[in-house]
């Protein structure tokens, strides 16, 4: 009986925890702290509330982030907010903040993630006063030219890292040999990842509980650096948009990873129908996208319409693949999204819709990240 009223007692003060937090005004740091439940590919989703001074609580399962506002937000801001050591979520985005403000973030051990995307005037000295938060698993450092692959070394003070960003700087992945620090590394995204080599895809390849890789626009890899990610055998999700070296020999490799979920191939203009036909070995692809691979025909379309997962299909830009392909198209099971050749009209819209009533088409956009890298 006693145990039992103990076991009550306990489960009513989880039921209530909470923790008080003392916040410094909108005013003294020019942003806003925030009460999150769900932290996932870099976003705060799921979960979010708004905490004031006069309701600064924390409730159970709860974590307290905080994002600057842009433009108004700089050293002295990032003091105010750096006193505040429970932090665990930090977003820093497009601010004027520098490495002699960040240099008080060695008080901040409890993060969890940083997003210092935008910040022009932090260079890897500033990105290594991070090093005193050793539970990092999110690290977002991007859309700037004033760091290179030296930030990196602070990986090393961050084993548990699962997550990691690098757009639009001019990082080689030389960097990357810091992997060795981070075992458990599920994700890496580069957009406009233009200086990215060989090199770092060699030790891209050498993370064994890899799940999603993300590329963009690099000039300066190629086919055999590329080949090396079949020993990434726990990949779900891969994006090589616009990626030098993307070619029927990489497509056999990529055919070889089962567990592919999504993938990702547009603007890939080396890859023909002979190889694209070998991705119907990945069987638990839902999403695919073929946005601009000009040498695909529909005989592409034919070889892939057995997968039995599909639910996005992109074919946008495709100019060989013509209305024929309809008939193929329409094999899927569990279709859902679509770009739909540029050969196809209205007609075939309509034949689509009458397939899957709730299909919804998308348009094939032509994004282009420019970043004046040499």
Known sequence: MLRATLLVLSACFLASFALALDLPSYDDCRGKFYA???????????????????????????????????????????????????????????????????????????????????????????IGHFQEATSMYSASVGSTRSVDDGWLDVLKHWPGLLELRIDGSPVTGSGFANFKHTPKLEWIEGWNAVCMTDVGLSHIASLGELKGLSLWECRKTTSDGLKKLAACKK?????????????????????????????????????????????????????????????????????????????????????????????????????????????????ERETLKKRFPKIQFERFLRLKLIWPHK
């Open 36 to 126: 999150i439940r769900k932290h996932e590919h870099f976003g705060w989703a799921e979960h979010m509330r708004e905490l004031t001074p006069d309701d600064g609580e924390l409730k159970e399962g709860e974590r307290l982030a905080f994002q600057s506002t842009l433009g108004t937000f700089g050293d002295t801001e990032f003091g105010v907010v750096a006193t505040v050591t429970e932090l665990q979520h930090l977003s820093l985005v497009g601010t004027s903040v520098t490495d002699d403000g960040l240099a008080k973030a060695k008080s901040l051990r409890a993060l969890k993630s940083i997003n210092i995307w935008g910040c022009g005037l932090v260079t890897n000295k500033g």
């Open 235 to 347: 990949m779900r999700s891969m994006a090589l948009v616009e990626v030098a070296g993307v070619d029927d020999d990489v497509i056999q490799v990529i055919s070889e990873l089962k567990d592919l979920e999504s993938l990702d191939l547009c603007y890939s203009k080396n890859i023909t129908d002979s190889s694209a036909a070998k991705l119907a070995k990945c069987e638990k692809l839902k999403e695919l996208d073929l946005g601009d691979c000009i040498a695909l025909s529909d005989e592409t379309v034919k070889s892939i319409s057995a997968l039995p997962d599909i639910v996005c299909l992109k074919l946008g830009d495709c100019a060989k693949i013509t209305k024929a392909c309809l008939a193929d198209i329409l094999k899927f099971k569990k279709l859902e999204r679509i770009q739909v050749p540029s050969a196809f009209g209205d007609e």
